[in-house]
């Protein structure tokens, strides 16, 4: 079954990796969501894609400069004004603890942004806030700093880890398996069919990155990948139940 991850929740219609946007992927259907984390100047896990404050909110600079209080009191509504008064960075517990209470379970992949800062102690605080939570089965954990994922894996190998990738690497699935990941999450213009069914045969998920484009979906459901990124989850739904 092909799998439905909203990206950075629906990033298509909603100021992306807002409560607001993780909760409306859900509300469409979404199997699960894709949120991306940074650490704060105090060392808290926040919800955030860049590394700087510029681009989604109304402040500025490098988001490991600024207090996790200080984080979240920032519009990031970005270009969707229309959400303006709700539209905030949230801290990954307040994610994580609307995703344990809620009544569909739905799975959480949770990127660690640190393959261009290098956030000390990131994996295991993130770790910590799962098992808090009791969310160790449906959280899977990516990055494009794979040493991080190595890492996450001995910290608590319960949780799933995949790794990113944007260039073809040669048989991925045994590199993925070599690292002791579950799954792999490649650029989409890097996917072949060929490579998930290789990939299945050696036990490890494959899951796209970012499909938004509506033939591409379909494609990734004729072949049975395991999953998908998209930033219109809505439209992915639809797509998967006209092919059904």
């Known amino acids: ?54 681009r989604t909110t109304n402040g500025s600079g490098f988001v ?12 990031a509504s970005w270009k969707f004004e229309e959400y303006k008064e709700e539209a905030r960075i ?4 307040e994610v994580l603890e609307w995703a344990s209470a809620s009544a569909e379970p739905f799975i959480i992949n949770i990127e660690l942004k640190n ?12 770790i910590n806030l799962v098992k808090q939570f009791e969310l160790d089965e449906r959280v899977i954990l990516s990055s494009f700093n794979h040493s991080s994922m190595v890492l996450a894996l001995k910290t608590e ?38 490579l998930i069914d290789l990939s299945r045969e050696n036990s490890i998920s494959v899951r796209p990155f970012t499909v938004n484009d509506e033939k591409e979906m379909h494609m990734l459901f004729e072949w049975e990948s395991d999953g998908f990124f998209t930033d219109y989850p809505g439209k992915a739904i639809e797509i998967k139940k006209s092919i059904k």
């Open 64 to 75: 490991k400069d600024y207090s996790a209080d200080e984080i979240v009191r920032l519009d």
């Open 1 to 54: 079954m092909t799998l439905i991850f909203g990206h950075r929740g629906a990033a298509g219609t909603r100021p992306e990796n807002t409560m607001i946007s993780f909760k409306e992927a859900i509300r469409l259907g979404a199997d699960g969501i894709e949120l991306d984390v940074h650490l704060s100047k105090d060392h808290i896990p926040v919800v955030i894609h860049d590394e700087t404050l510029d």
């Open 115 to 126: 393959n261009m800062i290098e956030y000390s102690g990131l994996e295991e605080k993130v």
């Open 157 to 194: 190998p319960r949780i799933e880890t995949a790794l990113l990738y944007t260039d073809g690497i040669y048989k991925p699935y045994d590199y993925a398996r070599r690292a002791g990941a579950r799954a792999i999450h490649p650029l989409m213009r890097t996917v072949k069919n060929e």
């Open 90 to 93: 949230p801290l990954l517990k």
